[in-house]
């Protein structure tokens, strides 16, 4: 299915982008150093790549149709589901834009970095999970359920839509973004689903 192919794709890069927000705010937690110019950097991401890139075509274009054909499991998994994390994933968004709107007006208060990084790190923890159960269930859902003249049809409306934005430059702009950050930041990769299996290993900030 043309269209997932293309969303697994730009969950591949935003899950590599978001390796780059955990090793942004352990730097902060190391250096005690914030630049708030990058996590701007982090904003201009989420929005222009993450939502409308991504999370626009999702809405427009699949999960709409999973909603109006699949039933109420298809209505469940993405109204009470996918779209309410797609919500969350953007007050995120808002809380780091606050945060770094008062760290810029303040910065000798502690607490204002404490809310960069609580919406930082709280933006890449959900949306990890989320990309996670899109691959897992969303996906394979819409691949095996909708009907061919469906999938046929969106993958006509996701293909124009690259077209589009290829034109304007959007994905190298932003995946060149990424590599910026991530050459001076380096990765940290999500630990959550380490923990129950074995202590954490030393050295777990690492450069590219």
Not at 31 to 55: C, L, P
Not at 102 to 130: F, N, S
Not at 144 to 160: F, G, M, T, W, Y
Not at 183 to 195: P, R
């Amino acid at each position: 299915m043309y269209c997932t192919e293309v969303m697994q794709s730009e969950h591949d890069n935003i899950l590599s982008f978001l390796d780059v927000v955990r090793a942004m705010c352990c730097h902060v937690l190391e250096t005690k150093e914030v630049d708030a110019g990058d996590f701007r950097k982090v904003i201009d991401f989420a929005r222009n790549y993450s939502d409308h890139q991504h999370h626009g075509k999702e809405e427009k274009f699949l999960f709409n149709e999973m909603e109006a054909r699949l039933g109420a499991m298809g209505q469940n998994l993405i109204r009470h589901g996918m779209l309410v994390e797609h919500d969350l994933c953007r007050g995120h968004i808002l809380d780091l834009e606050a945060a770094l709107d008062l760290y810029d007006a303040h910065p000798d208060k502690t607490v204002y970095v404490l809310d960069i990084l609580e919406a930082a790190e709280g933006y890449a923890t959900l949306l990890t999970r989320h990309i996670k159960k899109e691959n897992t269930v969303v996906y394979p859902f819409a691949e095996r359920s909708l009907p061919a003249e469906v999938v046929s049809e969106i993958n006509r409306k996701v293909e124009d839509f690259e077209k589009e934005t290829e034109k304007q430059g959007i994905q190298q702009h932003y995946l060149a973004l990424r590599d910026e950050l991530k050459a001076k930041y380096g990765t940290v990769e999500d630990q959550h689903d380490l923990a129950a299996a074995a202590p954490l290993p030393a050295g777990l900030h690492k450069k590219a």
